[in-house]
């Protein structure tokens, strides 16, 4: 061994900082594998997924792309097969039962697209959102009508689920699963039942929990125009994130800029229309330039 290698074996050294372990949600390699009989399905295909405390990310992708299994596992609800997935403190690989219920009262707030499985039908907005909730009745109260003004529905607080449209239950939904003052806020496709309008209305919504309380929010989404109401877009296709649009206001202008996401052994994705564009199959030839990769289709003249 030589000298040099023995000196970054000593005490001096310190460790790599862990993949992502500034970030509130980080997803490595992360792995899910359904076995239905003899077939199995391979959910997520190694993903890698990081979310800043404080952010709103859309998640969009095909159906079954791996979307609602990603979010099962980011909500305790499902155990990934494989990889590292952290959420705060919170270690999701290696958490045992009792800390999963710990997890899902006190890290994770959760609205599913089905606007009945969201909301007590017997029990009126303001009743919904103050039941996650402690500490003495007229302070609850109290605070559910403050969330449902944040959500704009503190005008249905008196009503239950059947005497409002699906936009304003989605809203109550929100108000909801914010109650308990989760720092990660996860809906799966929560306008998924909605027309147009209505569904710019709950992303409105979303937006002003994650800017007005600071909660995280990650939200799923088959509807590709969401990227124009969110900073962060992540593509999901087989299990594995493709590509990012990252949305930037400069004075007026509201620019979209597209990424491939590069996985830590530096893989990437080159889009099929790129890849069809200039007929690269298997192998492509890379050059290193001062600023940039060049990439060109095999065979091609140097
Ligand atoms: P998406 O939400 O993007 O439509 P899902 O995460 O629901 O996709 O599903 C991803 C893949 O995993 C699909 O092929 C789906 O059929 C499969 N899958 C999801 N849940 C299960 C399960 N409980 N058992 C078997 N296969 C499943
Ligand atoms: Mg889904």
Redesign the pocket.
């Known amino acids: 061994m030589s000298d040099s290698t023995l000196q970054a074996l000593g005490g001096g050294a310190t460790p790599p900082a862990q993949f992502g372990h500034d970030a509130l949600v980080a997803c490595d390699n992360l792995v899910?594998i359904?076995?239905?009989g003899t077939v199995e399905?391979?959910?997520?295909q190694g993903l890698d997924l990081l979310v800043d405390q404080g952010e709103m990310v859309a998640v969009v992708?095909?159906?079954?792309?791996?979307?609602?299994?990603?979010?099962?596992v980011l909500s305790g609800m499902d155990a990934p097969t494989a990889g590292r997935v952290r959420v705060g403190r919170w270690d999701l690989m290696a958490m045992h039962a009792k800390e999963r219920v710990a997890y899902r009262r006190q890290m994770v707030g959760f609205v599913w697209q089905q606007t009945s499985r969201n909301l007590l039908p017997y029990l009126t907005s303001r009743q919904n959102v103050a039941l996650p909730m402690t500490g003495p009745r007229r302070l609850r109260a109290a605070r559910a009508g403050e969330l449902l003004d944040l959500v704009g529905v503190g005008h249905v607080a008196d009503r239950q689920p059947q005497e409002m449209s699906g936009g304003e239950q989605q809203r109550v939904a929100i108000a909801t699963a914010l109650a308990n003052e989760p720092q990660l806020l996860l809906a799966?496709?929560p306008t998924g039942e909605l027309d147009t309008a209505t569904a710019q209305e709950v992303f409105d919504a979303l937006r002003r929990a994650n800017r007005e309380s600071g909660t995280t929010v990650v939200v799923?989404t088959?509807d590709p125009a969401v990227s124009g109401l969110v900073e962060r877009t992540v593509a999901?296709r087989d299990?594995r994130t493709s590509s990012e649009v990252l949305r930037r206001d400069t004075g007026g202008d509201v620019t979209h800029e597209e990424y491939a996401v590069m996985d830590r052994a530096g893989r990437l994705q080159v889009p099929r229309e790129y890849r069809e564009a200039l007929a690269m199959t298997r192998r492509v030839r890379l050059a290193l330039e001062a600023d940039h990769l060049g990439v060109w289709p095999d065979g091609s003249p140097r």
């Not at 992708?61 to 099962?72: E, F, I, N, Q």
């Open positions: 899910r359904f076995q239905s399905v391979q959910a997520l992708g095909a159906s079954g792309s791996g979307k609602s299994t990603l979010l099962a799966d496709e799923v088959h999901i299990g």
